[in-house]
């Protein structure tokens, strides 16, 4: 082959490795300018009208969430006011506080009901709070918005308990209420038989112990109700002293009546055990205040603490989502 067709042949082969290197660097320019991957802030072109249309529902459930923030806030107020009633004993008080309680719980669970309905419904979320979004979500909403979507709805799980531990701080409460009062009423009934078993009237005062007796065993059941919310060991022992007193009073009456009112062996050995029970009774009803401080400290406290502390990250929560600040108006779609 003549050296001059050799050299046309190699310059034509360098001139096609030319062209394919112009080429690969022009594919690599292109692909540079694109950027990256889309549902970035590189590709906010892509989903900008997407996150326009949902940013005002975005806005308005944050608004919401606060609204319910402060719902729970009340919740909690009512919740430490039935504690501070039921520890004074003041009934007026602890009924108004678990009424107002009741309906906040209520409200409560309604507000987060119909919050989360509203957020499953905006443009682009899916209907599944589990599962809040496609599978391509990314090609569809922007980063931020679906970072608020699953905010919104991890801050109404916070709420999804508390009804049921309110019901159980409620029941407590009007438990513990009805125990005081039934406390009271067995010291009155065991009083008057005393005092009718002293002039001598024992018929009357066994009588007197029936109506002790019907109480501590109410007593005894609304115990029962308690221990599964509190712990009631002060209250075991207030509740075994006083059925030990009663039980010892009512033998000595029965051992009087059968002695006709003579003072025997038998009504001696009744008097001494009568006499060794009141040694071991609370001096006054002071005992009735520690009873109900045992029980606030036990399970309706801590019903108390956890509506508070879901109050307080619900606040955590709102305040960082109005940080991220929504705009509606975004202006023009950024340029491609």
Not at 52 to 69: C, F, S
Not at 178 to 189: E, R, Y
Not at 252 to 269: F, K, Q, W
């Amino acid at each position: 082959m003549p050296a001059m067709t050799r050299l046309r042949s190699l310059l034509l082969a360098l001139g096609w490795v030319a062209a394919a290197l112009l080429l690969a660097l022009g594919a690599a320019g292109i692909a540079t300018g694109v950027g990256g991957p889309p549902g970035t802030t590189a590709r906010a072109e892509l989903t900008w009208a997407a996150d326009q249309a949902i940013r005002p529902g975005l806005a308005a459930a944050v608004d919401d969430l606060v609204a319910l923030t402060d719902l729970v806030g009340d919740y909690s107020t009512s919740a430490r006011a039935a504690l501070v009633a039921l520890v004074a004993t003041d009934r007026d008080l602890l009924e108004r506080s678990v009424a107002e309680g009741d309906g906040q719980a209520q409200a409560v669970a309604s507000a987060a009901a119909d919050l989360r309905a509203q957020i499953l419904e905006l443009p682009g979320v899916a209907p599944d709070p589990t599962v809040p979004f496609a599978a391509d979500a990314e090609l569809r909403l922007g980063a931020d918005e679906r970072a608020m979507v699953v905010d919104l709805l991890a801050a109404l799980e916070l709420t999804r308990d508390l009804g049921a531990g309110w019901a159980r701080f409620s029941a407590g409460s009007v438990a513990a209420d009805a125990l005081t009062t039934l406390l009271i009423d067995h010291d009155a009934s065991t009083a008057a038989a005393a005092a009718a078993g002293s002039a001598g009237r024992y018929d009357e005062a066994l009588a007197a112990l029936d109506a002790s007796d019907g109480n501590m065993a109410e007593a005894r059941r609304l115990r029962d109700r308690l221990a599964n919310t509190a712990d009631v060991t002060t209250l075991d022992q207030w509740l075994d002293r006083n059925a030990t007193y009663d039980a010892a009073l009512r033998a000595l009456y029965a051992a009087l009546i059968a002695s006709g009112g003579r003072v025997d062996a038998t009504v001696r050995e009744a008097f001494a055990a009568e006499q060794a029970a009141r040694e071991r009774l609370p001096p006054d009803t002071r005992g009735l205040t520690v009873i109900l401080a045992e029980v606030a400290r036990g399970g309706l406290n801590d019903v108390a603490i956890g509506i508070e502390k879901v109050r307080g990250r619900l606040e955590a929560a709102t305040d960082a989502l109005q940080a991220v600040g929504l705009d509606s108006d975004g202006g023009d779609p950024p340029a491609s």
